[in-house]
């Protein structure tokens, strides 16, 4: 992606509250790309499924689609004011995700805004089954957005792993940190590369070498990789012309190690890659993915590898 020029935005019509629509807006407002608000709606009810279908159900369904048609044009008057282009569609598909995948691969959109649900106590976003899946079907990268402002100068973090210790394509870490500095660019916002290692992993493979001596110097071994991170790392952060003081290499668990410096340098977005492998299995970060993302402080933004594509299939299921 060289340059966003379609956003699409998902409505919720069971709160008037629009977090990722606001998000949308302002994203659309600063790139002067055009903007759609979607709602993706199902009734079981009057899906026609547990009866069977009548010309009274089609009618309601009919009536109910053209209601959220009514309301998504009430929200986009104030943002069209605002100079910016907005669409609206309203469709009738279920389940909720496959809905909004299904739309996102006619739309022509770049990047899909989605509200999380924000739970008070623990000041974090919990992440719903449908954001799950979102993030594992989802071909277009994925702003899942907190219910909070941006700052002045937004931050960004790309979260990269040079590495490739998951199974993730190379490829990945330029995406993320590409489509970072376009975001930053096209908002003045700034910019950050961060990675963390676990040097407990170069221990663990040593002792598990039945042919190095019992006096191994451990301390020798994490320096080497710390070394082989930092060099993988400085090659891809420079080559993406991140400053150094921008640059943040850390020992440590990722899920613990990026929430905690999303926090200290008030991140408005972190950026990371993902990767589902089949449907039998997690996103490649498995459960590090789930420790992490529930826990970081900020926006998220989830980005695919280029040749991803998504096991959605194209056309709806009979009872939507």
């Known amino acids: 992606m060289e340059k966003i020029a379609k956003i699409l935005s998902v409505i919720d019509p069971t709160v008037e509250d629009q977090p990722a629509m606001r998000r949308a807006a302002w994203l659309a407002k600063n790139s002067g790309a055009q903007l759609e608000l979607l709602v993706c709606y199902y009734n079981e009810y009057l899906s026609g499924d547990r009866l069977f279908d009548s010309p009274s159900l089609e009618k309601a369904r009919v009536e109910v689609i053209s209601n959220q048609e009514k309301h998504l044009e009430e929200l986009a008057e104030p943002i069209r004011e605002d100079g910016v282009i907005v669409t609206t569609s309203a469709v009738w598909d279920h389940p909720l995700y496959e809905g909004i995948v299904r739309h996102v691969m006619t739309s022509g959109a770049n990047i899909v805004f989605k509200d999380t649900h924000h739970h008070s106590a623990l000041t974090r976003a919990l992440l719903t089954n449908t954001d799950w899946n979102l993030i594992r079907t989802c071909p277009i990268p994925l702003w899942?957005?907190?219910?909070?402002?941006?700052?002045?100068?937004?931050?960004?973090?790309?979260?990269?792993?040079?590495?490739?210790?998951?199974d993730k394509p190379a490829?990945?870490?330029?995406?993320?940190?590409?489509?970072?500095?376009?975001?930053?660019?096209?908002?003045?916002?700034?910019?950050?590369a961060f990675h963390s290692y676990d040097p407990r992993i170069a221990v663990a493979t040593a002792t598990a070498n039945a042919y190095i001596p019992v006096s191994l110097p451990f301390d020798e071994i994490e320096q080497q990789m710390h070394e082989d991170h930092e060099k993988r790392f400085n090659e891809i952060t420079s080559f993406h012309g991140i400053e150094d003081d921008n640059a943040h290499l850390v020992a440590g668990l990722t899920h613990e190690e990026l929430p905690a410096i999303a926090d200290n340098l008030k991140a408005d977005v972190v950026v990371m890659g993902a990767v589902a492998r089949n449907r039998w299995k997690r996103l490649f970060i498995g459960a590090t993915a789930e420790r992490t993302l529930e826990h970081l402080p900020c926006d998220l933004l989830i980005v695919k590898p280029d040749w991803f594509q998504t096991p959605v299939e194209m056309t709806t299921h009979e009872a939507a």
């Open 171 to 192: 490829a990945l870490d330029d995406e993320i940190l590409h489509l970072s500095k376009i975001l930053g660019g096209t908002v003045s916002g700034e910019v950050h």
């Open 144 to 166: 899942l957005v907190k219910p909070h402002g941006l700052a002045e100068t937004p931050v960004f973090i790309a979260a990269i792993d040079p590495m490739n210790q998951h």
